[in-house]
């Protein structure tokens, strides 16, 4: 699944979720060293794609059918 993600910060913050769990976008950018913009950037583009989803606590999630699938 990864594969099909073009962007590289996209594929960092998904890399990041699958190795680490659910986080909010503040949370990813901290970890990450990432303007925050550019975080909710990514996850738009993975959103858009189903490749993450948000909980009602506005975390951020790998979507179930791709968790376990992004070794790159």
């Not at 099909?4 to 990041?16: C, G, I």
């Not at 909010?24 to 189903?50: F, H, N, Q, S």
């Not at 790998?62 to 070794?71: E, L, N």
């Amino acid at each position: 699944m990864i594969e099909a993600v073009e962007s590289p910060r996209a594929k960092l913050v998904l890399l990041y979720l699958d190795e680490r769990g659910p986080a909010t976008p503040r949370e990813i950018a901290d970890a990450l060293d990432l303007p925050r913009l550019i975080v909710l950037e990514a996850l738009e583009v993975l959103g858009d794609e189903g490749l993450v989803t948000q909980d009602s606590a506005d975390r951020m999630h790998v979507a179930t059918h791709v968790q376990s699938k992004t070794d790159v």
